[in-house]
């Protein structure tokens, strides 16, 4: 289909887009999440205008650049997007969250909530949200969002910065329905001139730094030092907002990220799309919050020829730099000179120009504009690693939430999943396992083991071997000869499908195994139900020995 391009700017020449903050995880991550605005469109009776349009696509970064990434959520699969700007994973409830910002008459903002089974609710809409944009979820599961266009305290219009000054909202949907979003910040509490009501002009984005607790604004438009666009920080404890850079070369300020320095701190990641109606001027800054010149000084950490226009970045808890680059379309010919895509950076080649790796321009995408990555789950330990009943065990490691999928087998039931009090966030859920058959252990069998599989709501998986062994009292089970040794596991006098259906049913099934062996389909008494067994039956079938 041909790109609407249906995020236009803004009456200040404003486009809204978004790139979601860091993931709190460990290992590299195997799947990103891509918003896609135009992407799987409705089209009116005549099939010319879009009526809706959006989806979330999960990209595997070690597919083929050119393979179609699943689809987790769209307009044609009953997604209520009408124009999608933002997108989240919460390591908290495993939900995808999404910031629609509304674009026909009467549509209402809205923070949307989509599930491991695809399914989309809406966790907010209306005021205070105006335009929410930036979007990204705290430790404590709670959602940081920017509004480029909310005007809370009244402080009027923006100047040149389109509507109002925005805002940074904080929603926690463990309230909802009673949630709505409470104001952070608004930009008025500020160190600089009493003139300026607000530093924020167009806040596009946010993202949440754990160990100093400051939340990061990118603001599009809005500079205290003259210039356009900047990075600030906000303090949650009162607003207070600090100026960490506004570079003169500042042309479209449209996403921010973070990521560990080294040696210690925090480094940030910008994104400058650049002129919104030229390509290949898009700039990746590298900025130090530490350095005492950052304010106007940062390094182009990739740029050039090698983009369009780049419009979102997700760093993983490797430090690995995801770019989303929505193309270059051309109206004339119909064709994308160059594809929508996901890049990530190669951050060893020396050159700034050509370290940009293509991860997939699947032509599904249409205008891809924010992502966020699916963290790797980790898995350390298990404690205890031995049960003989119900118990609830602690799994340790990283980008661990209660909303995965954990399996030690068909032999071990999970029951309820929660965080570890106590414990930082994603390093440890308590959960409480019964080994089926009560941890009985036949008389001179070791206590089994079972693997664990862990596997994160949207992609990406773990495994301890041998994580768990269930142990106990040999409940009165010892050796016994099997009822029948001609294939009568029923013991009625006849081989037929009954007895057929007891071996089937226990096929692979041996002594040590426990209550879950059945002793009279083992019909050459060698402790394993298998072929074997499976060869007496078919001998004796049919007849009554």
Request: aromatic share 6%; charged share 15%.
């Amino acid at each position: 289909m041909t790109p609407s391009r249906r995020f236009i700017p803004l009456p200040a020449l404003v486009l809204v887009m978004l790139a979601a903050g860091p993931a709190a995880a460990q290992a590299p991550s195997s799947n990103v999440l891509v918003l896609d605005i135009d992407a799987e469109p409705i089209l009116d009776s005549n099939g010319v205008d879009i009526i809706t349009a959006g989806a979330v696509f999960n990209v595997d970064v070690n597919a083929a650049t050119d393979a179609d990434p699943a689809v987790e959520a769209s307009a044609p699969l009953g997604a209520p997007f009408k124009l999608v700007a933002g997108v989240a994973l919460s390591p908290i409830d495993g939900h995808a969250y999404v910031a629609d910002v509304g674009v026909d008459i009467g549509d209402l903002p809205k923070i949307l909530a989509i599930a491991e089974d695809g399914s989309v609710n809406t966790v907010w809409s209306g005021p205070p949200l105006v335009s929410p944009n930036g979007i990204d979820v705290m430790p404590d599961g709670r959602l940081l969002i920017s509004d480029m266009e909310a005007d809370p305290s009244n402080l009027g219009t923006a100047a040149t910065c389109g509507v109002g000054h925005g805002a940074i909202f904080v929603l926690d949907p463990s309230a909802c329905p009673s949630c709505a979003p409470q104001v952070l910040a608004d930009g008025s509490n500020h160190p600089f001139s009493p003139i300026l009501p607000s530093v924020f002009g167009d806040p596009i984005d946010v993202a949440f730094e754990p160990r100093s607790g400051l939340v990061y604004v990118a603001d599009l438009c809005g500079s205290p030092l003259g210039h356009t666009g900047s990075i600030y920080t906000v303090d949650p404890a009162d607003g207070r907002v600090a100026l960490v850079s506004s570079m003169p070369e500042y042309v479209a300020i449209v996403a921010v990220a973070l990521r560990p320095a080294t040696g210690g701190g925090t480094e940030v990641i910008a994104v400058d799309a650049g002129p919104f109606d030229q390509f290949d001027q898009s700039v990746v800054w590298r900025i130090d919050p530490t350095d005492p010149d950052a304010e106007t000084n940062g390094t182009r950490l990739s740029y050039g020829t090698q983009y369009a226009q780049l419009q979102g970045v997700a760093i993983d808890a490797a430090g690995k730099i995801f770019l989303v680059d929505w193309g270059q379309w051309d109206d004339d010919d119909q064709v994308f000179l160059k594809d929508p895509s996901l890049f990530v950076l190669d951050e060893s080649v020396a050159s700034p120009t050509s370290n940009a790796v293509l991860v997939n321009h699947s032509t599904l995408m249409v205008t891809p504009i924010a992502a966020d990555v699916v963290p790797a789950p980790t898995i350390s330990a298990v404690v205890p690693a031995a049960i003989s009943g119900p118990t609830n065990i602690t799994i340790e490691g990283s980008s661990l939430s209660p909303g995965m999928t954990i399996d030690f087998g068909p032999d071990i039931a999970v029951g309820t999943v929660d965080y570890v009090p106590g414990r930082p966030v994603g390093t440890a859920l308590q959960v409480l396992v019964t080994p089926l058959g009560g941890g009985i252990i036949p008389q001179g069998c070791a206590a089994p083991t079972f693997d664990l599989t862990i596997t994160q709501t949207f992609g990406g998986t773990a495994t301890m071997v041998a994580a768990l062994s269930a142990s106990g009292g040999n409940g009165g089970i010892t050796p016994a000869p099997p009822l029948s040794n001609h294939g009568d596991a029923t013991g009625d006098g006849f081989v037929d499908g009954m007895d057929l259906a007891i071996l089937g049913q226990h096929f692979g099934r041996s002594y040590c195994d426990g209550l879950v062996f059945e002793n009279d389909a083992d019909f050459n008494d060698d402790d394993i139900i298998d072929g074997m067994d499976l060869d007496v039956l078919a001998s004796y079938f049919g007849s009554s020995p």
